[in-house]
DNA sequence: CGCGTTTGACCAGCGC
DNA sequence: GCGCTGGTCAAACGCG
């Protein structure tokens, strides 16, 4: 017995209107413009790196978003921004218009790393990525945290290794020190279901209301131990057939998904050789039964990729029960080089 | 019994 | 300083 378990959800009760301002994606303040995306994607391209106006002084070695977080194969994702978008600005700023972490290593508030990608012709995904350089403006556990965010990693581990007992017995330290530092990546998927498969374990430690939003916030671990990557979950409250999911920190390990079905390899090149949405109805059939590990329903993915949207109009887009699996297993692959 | 979820409490940063 | 908010913890609980 407990005092008040079950449909109590106190953090799902109570919703205050504040601001204008949407239910952040990620807590984050920033909302960018497709050019400003393009621009990263270029820059990171043509080795300019810094994500920023401001120079950057921290070039960033990655050339695509799965090289960025992975440390990968540098041709990777490079037609996330090959291939314009029309439909990216609508759907992030008019439709969706969440709100995306920046982090900017100069803090000149533009973009660190963000795009869209329409993976099928219905479904679409954002993603931003950053590498946790700078917080941005938005996120709070800044201040008394930059020099124990360094220790940080070495302790994190020590406490994995440690177990429950180090948790329990560093707790208010550990909750001083605990956050950040580590790259996120968001996507925006349609689907029904909240917690989307994606290959890898999680284990759900809290759940909160979001500001400004009816649905609340859940948050995730990953269930492999040392592996420290997180992942916030919540629904568009514009548009609640979205799904926004935010993966934070690397994977250290490989994918549960990948061990039963081993087809995590196809994903890399062969993916990527084309656009997810100029492939013949968005993802070859093939690969989305091979990725998804509950198998494929061809219906989700259309043959014909329709006209681009006009972008002040962004029209609602289909719901998938399926999300873009394979977006997130390129962005997580389970062939880790890091990885003893 | 192990694992994952639920959920009240707590902490820390930020804005006023 | 206070209240709000996001993020996390951890005990209780459910399920297979």
Partial sequence: MSSGRRGGDRHGLYHQHGHSHLGRADGADYVFSGSEME????????????????????IMPYSSITDYLQGLDP???????????????????????????SYDSQGTGSAAGEGVVLVTPNSSVYFSSSD?????????????????????????????EDGENSKKANKPKKKAEKRQQQPRVAFLTKSEVDHLEDGYRWRKYGQKAVKNSPYPRSYYRCTTPKCGVKKRVERSYQDPSTVITTYEGHHTHHSPASLRGGSAHLFTPNVHALPPHLMPGGFHPDLISLMHPMGANPNMYLPSIPPPPSPMAAPPLQQHHLTDFALLQDFFPSTMPNNP
């Fill in 132 to 160: 946790g350089e700078e917080e941005g403006k938005s996120r709070r556990c800044k201040k008394g945290r930059a020099k124990a965010e360094e220790e940080e990693v070495v302790e994190d581990e020590k406490d994995e």
């Fill in 39 to 58: 621009s990263f994607f270029f820059n990171q391209l043509a080795g300019v790196g810094g994500g920023g106006a401001g120079g950057a002084d921290e």
């Fill in 75 to 101: 041709t990777g994702l490079a037609w996330h921004l090959d291939v314009p978008c029309p439909a990216q600005d609508a759907l992030v700023k008019h439709e969706l218009s969440v709100d995306v972490m």
